[in-house]
């Protein structure tokens, strides 16, 4: 799994500059339509705002943590060495999963309030 994901940052980090301008973006927009300002004073924006935010969030997030994942230790390296890349290699299946049920439960967000936005607008 982490080797998977480590292959997807790096081909992928290319894109983090417009991942943050999106997010960038869908935050001024969501702020915008919150606070009535001038040009977005519609609140139809909230929502596609809130999930372009939350989904440039999530990706950001995704190509800045899984760059440099350690690689498997071999026989070769010390003890105390293993030791150091098996629990980074842990952190990193941790992170690995809690960046899996974030991107389901961004899903369910997602399906929901693109249900509400669709039935309101």
């Known amino acids: 799994m982490l080797n998977i994901l480590s292959t997807i940052s790096l081909k992928l980090y290319r894109l983090k500059p417009f ?22 004073n519609s609140e139809i924006l909230f929502i596609p705002s809130l999930l372009g935010g939350l989904w440039s969030a999530l990706y950001f997030v995704f190509l800045s943590a899984f760059m440099a994942v ?12 293993k030791i150091k890349m098996r629990i980074l290699r ?15 439960a961004i899903i369910v967000i ?12």
């Open 19 to 40: 991942v943050a301008l999106f997010g960038l973006i869908c935050v001024i927009a969501f702020f915008s339509s919150f606070f009535n300002v001038s040009y977005l």
């Open 70 to 81: 350690p690689p498997i230790p071999g026989s070769d390296v010390k003890f105390f060495a």
């Open 90 to 104: 842990g952190i990193y299946y941790l992170l690995g999963t809690i960046f899996i049920v974030l991107t389901l």
């Open 110 to 121: 997602s399906f929901k309030l693109s249900g509400i936005w669709r039935a309101e607008y």
